[in-house]
T-cell receptor, first 109, second 114 residues
Framework: QKEVEQNSGPLSVPEGAIASLNCTYS??????FFWYRQYSGKSPELIMF????GDKEDGRFTAQLNKASQYVSLLIRDSQPSDSATYLC?????????FGAGTRLAVHP | DTAVSQTPKYLVTQMGNDKSIKCEQN?????MYWYKQDSKKFLKIMFS???????INETVPNRFSPKSPDKAHLNLHINSLELGDSAVYFC?????????????FGNGTRLTVT
């Protein structure tokens, strides 16, 4: 079992819709959870982080964490073509950040 | 000002050569990292240093040798390059170690070994 799992996609959504990106992790002791966005040929950039169970909202982005289910998700409301990128979930484990393989999101007009 | 800068951006070299990638951060962070991103976009940690001290070495071949002259710099030297070393290498920094603080990434170095 991979330490951090994401569906590779592509996840295709129409402009204006809600995009839902999911991530599961194996280490129950993980404390910190991050979502990064990576455009093709660019470096990952931090979108959100969440430490506690529940929802955390920042603009059009909402991170959701359920430690009991070992599940973290990212919702993007009013998706725009500029949101088209690969979204990387990262989870703390063994004194380091462990990344999932990423989900490619395609927002079409 | 660029927060985490790495050079060069592109590196094309032949098998067997030795090359270095340099990284500097001006964020005042204590911890720096090298990550490797392969062709499938999987981002995997190679090394981390906290205040010039090696914290993590992820079973990377000893052809890869990181060097941290001070906490603002972490360079990566690679000996006897192999085809499988072709990847994008990202330097990153964070305020603290143990993976609890967000990472700030450099722009990456695309290494191509022919």
């Amino acid at each position: 079992q991979k330490e951090v799992e994401q569906n590779s996609g592509p996840l295709s959504v129409p402009e204006g819709a809600i995009a839902s990106l999911n991530c599961t992790y194996s280490d129950r002791g993980s404390q910190s959870f991050f979502w990064y966005r990576q455009y093709s040929g660019k470096s990952p950039e931090l979108i959100m982080f969440i430490y506690s169970n529940g929802d955390k909202e920042d603009g059009r982005f909402t991170a959701q964490l359920n430690k009991a289910s070992q599940y973290v998700s990212l919702l993007i409301r009013d998706s725009q073509p500029s949101d088209s990128a690969t979204y990387l979930c990262a989870v703390t484990g063994y004194n380091k950040l462990i990344f999932g393989a990423g989900t490619r999101l395609a927002v079409h007009p | 000002d660029t927060a985490v800068s790495q050079t060069p951006k592109y590196l094309v070299t032949q098998m067997g050569n030795d090359k270095s990638i340099k990284c500097e951060q001006n964020l005042g962070h204590d911890t720096m990292y090298w990550y490797k991103q392969d062709s499938k976009k999987f981002l995997k940690i190679m090394f981390s240093y906290n205040n010039k001290e090696l914290i993590i070495n992820e079973t990377v071949p000893n052809r890869f040798s990181p060097k941290s002259p001070d906490k603002a710099h972490l360079n990566l030297h690679i000996n006897s390059l192999e085809l499988g070393d072709s990847a994008v290498y990202f330097c990153a920094s964070s305020q603290t170690d143990r993976g609890v603080a967000p990472l700030h990434f450099g722009n990456g170095t695309r290494l191509t070994v022919t």
